[in-house]
Structure formats: C-alpha cells, structure tokens
Nanobody, 122 residues
Framework: QVQLVESGGGLVQAGDSLRLSCAGS????????MGWFRQAPGKEREDVAS????????YYADSVLGRFTISRDNAKNTVFLQMNSLKPEDTAVYYC???????????????WGQGTQVTVSS
C-alpha cells in the first residue's frame, strides 16, 4: 500500500519561506511523477508543481513560478517543495501525490498524502 506523508507546513508571514517534504513508502517512487497540489477554503484543488522520475523535468503553475522549487530524492522516496517569498494567497492545504504520468490534473494522480496546512499572514 502506497503511503505519502507531508510535513513542513506552518504559519508564517508574507515574504517568509517554508520547505515542505513528502515521504513515501510502499511503492517504487523512483518510477512515479510526483506533484504538489493545494486547496484553499472554498476553492478547487489546483496544481502547484510536479517533477519527473529523474528530476530532469519540472513544471510550475504560473502563480508560483520563480518562487517555489520542487525537487526529489529517490534514494529517500521524498519530494520537496521549497517555497520562498510567500504571499497570503499561498494559504492553503498542500498535498503531495504520485502518478505514473506527467499531468497537471489531480485525476491522473493515484495516491495522495493527508495534506499539510500553510498559512501566510499579511
């Protein structure tokens, strides 16, 4: 059974940084695309960033491009999201997920973590 556990969320001020981690177990994560999504209250879940098996290809939503960096350590089955210059509009629950495909759509991701709250105050 694949399990994903996110950590690293918290309450920060605008302009601060956070680093989210997602540790996986129960699967061959080096063969999966891994993605970060977020969901704010009253809004749909949206894609934030994703990374290919080798880490050689990355994707970022326009809203985070230049501020967030996704990376992975396949030896540790872990994916990271470094978030810099945080804004109040980044406030959401952040989820990591895995997919056998490169996709921005949440429906293409098979396994999800429980989420970690990120709150950015102005």
């Amino acid at each position: 059974q694949v399990q994903l556990v996110e950590s690293g969320g918290g309450l920060v001020q605008a302009g601060d940084s956070l680093r989210l981690s997602c540790a996986g177990s129960g699967g061959a994560f080096s063969r999966y695309y891994m993605g970060w999504f977020r969901q704010a209250p009253g809004k749909e879940r949206e894609d934030v960033a994703s990374i290919s098996w080798t880490g050689g290809m990355t994707y970022y939503a326009d809203s985070v491009l230049g501020r967030f960096t996704i990376s992975r350590d396949n030896a540790k089955n872990t994916v990271f999201l470094q978030m810099n210059s945080l804004k109040p509009e980044d406030t959401a629950v952040y989820y990591c997920a895995v997919s056998p495909y490169s996709s921005r759509s949440p429906v293409r991701y098979d396994y999800w973590g429980q989420g970690t709250q990120v709150t950015v105050s102005s």
